[in-house]
């Protein structure tokens, strides 16, 4: 359970879920979220008496149709094999092992199988998410830590944002020199909370899109619309940012940090990020089990697709100790350079 924990909290999912059986062409939406069971969970029980071969020929022409890196994969001879492990198979929960298979031979690191309930005994695991930072760091310098975000509801989706816009706006008049956004822990969530609470630094949407697998695009947006009703004054989308990255920087932590790439004043430091930078469709499987499948690929702002992992402008080996953070150090003597930081 503590691995699925982990990996679930680096993944992404689609806001609805589509049945084995839909195949409509229309483009999804898509987003990098935290599997969650509250709201509109589309988990449902599992279904008695379904066939192996009727969940593995379900699991196979999804994959086929909707994922990322289905033309990477040599079906001729995958798909023989796959079958063949499955061949004995009587229910579909026995197919299980065949769809994970199946799954890996895609090689995103990102799509995942969640069999029927999965979901509720991860939330029971995986809550509480470390509290946000904003405050001053030396002469000048505001810094910003920003964790995973898993919560879905709206209001507090909402109350998170605001408050973060409302401490960036009043730490400002103290933070000339510019800000620091440390993103090391934010192992993902639910991108649009984090995304907006940043609004003030990442300046007017869209700060990025997902393109499928047919090559369309779904820009990132706004969505709370707190950020027009209460922020307007001081302009910080100029302000000078030093982005700090490395390895726990995941799924939804990268979208945050793609949406800072190519925003003018900006540079990132650290090690590279997880690699996670793609968003997942749900697909519901006869049985009620569901495929979270990468079906998008990660755009920033200047139209640069990422797939992989995101290094960072300025490469910093991190072994912090009690007195002394190597990345912040030399993201502090970035942003001292910085012409708002002149006298």
């Known amino acids: 359970m503590k691995r699925l924990i982990v990996v679930l909290l680096a993944s992404a999912w689609m806001a609805g879920v589509a049945s084995a059986t839909d195949q409509q062409a229309s483009s999804p939406v898509m987003q990098h979220d935290r599997i969650q069971s509250t709201g509109n969970n589309p988990v449902t029980p599992p279904k008695p008496m379904v066939s192996a071969q009727a969940e593995l020929d379900a699991a196979i022409a999804i994959v086929r149709s909707y994922a990322l890196r289905a033309s990477q994969v040599d079906w001729s001879v995958v798909e023989p094999r796959i079958r063949a492990t499955a061949a004995h198979a009587k229910v579909s929960s026995d197919a299980y092992p065949a769809i994970r298979a199946l799954l890996k031979a895609l090689n995103d690191r990102h799509s995942l199988l969640l069999e029927p ?36 509801d709206p209001q507090a989706q909402k109350a998170f944002a605001s408050d973060i816009a409302a401490r960036l706006y009043k730490t400002a008049p103290q933070a000339q020199c510019g800000w620091m956004v440390d993103l090391r822990n934010d192992h993902g969530g639910n991108m649009y909370p ?140 970035w942003l001292a350079k910085q012409d708002s930081c002149r006298p």
Request: net charge negative; no cysteine; proline share 8%.
């Open 117 to 152: 309930f999965a979901r509720e005994a991860v939330d029971k695991e995986s809550s509480g998410d470390a509290d946000p930072t904003v405050s001053v760091q030396g002469s000048g310098i505001g810094y910003v830590m920003m964790p995973g975000y898993g919560n879905t």
């Open 194 to 333: 984090m995304l907006e609470a940043l609004t003030p630094l990442l300046g007017s949407p869209p700060w990025g899109s997902f393109r499928d697998v047919h090559g369309r695009l779904s820009p990132w947006s706004v969505t709370l619309n707190f950020y027009a009703e209460r922020w307007v004054n001081p302009d910080l989308s100029v302000a000078p940012v030093a982005l700090l990255l490395g390895p726990h920087t995941a799924s939804s932590g990268e979208v945050v940090a793609i949406a800072f790439q190519g925003r003018a004043n900006t540079r990132s430091f650290g090690a590279s990020t997880a690699g996670l930078t793609m968003a997942n469709r749900m697909f519901s499987l006869p049985d009620g089990a569901l495929l979270s499948l990468a079906s998008a690929i990660d755009v920033d702002r200047s139209g640069r697709e990422y797939g992989d992992k995101i290094e960072p402008d300025q490469p910093v080996s991190s072994d912090p100790t009690k007195d002394s953070d190597p990345v912040i150090d030399a993201a502090k003597a």
